[in-house]
């Protein structure tokens, strides 16, 4: 059977996975050794397309975590495409706010 993603697409998965500072250094080093940004853009795509299905398939389609994440990175990337500033650590902030204390999911299991 053939793999549901090129190898080039499994790597963005890979690197997106490490964290998103290793992703842009190895994906911006790429497109300076020749990798093409519509190459990048193709690859990129078909990683998230199925990272979502992936999601979708374990957790039903109610889950709304791919849509409100489509809808912020659609925000981000207006700004960015304005030249406005993107504040990384503000992100970083409201990301660990909204961040699941470890050990609260077996507490609700545990009950």
Do not use: N
């Amino acid at each position: 059977m053939d793999s549901p993603l090129s190898k080039s697409a499994a790597l963005v998965l890979h690197l997106c996975a490490q964290s998103w500072s290793t992703a842009r250094q190895t994906l911006t080093a790429s497109i300076r050794g020749g990798l093409t940004a519509e190459e990048l853009y193709s690859d990129g795509c078909a990683a998230i397309r199925w990272a979502m299905h992936r999601r979708r398939t374990y957790t039903g389609a109610d889950d709304p975590y791919s849509s409100v994440v489509t809808s912020a990175w659609v925000r981000r990337a207006r700004s960015v495409d304005k030249g406005q500033p993107w504040d990384e650590a503000r992100r970083a902030r409201l990301a660990m706010q909204e961040k699941v204390p470890d050990g609260l999911y077996e507490w609700f299991i545990a009950r």
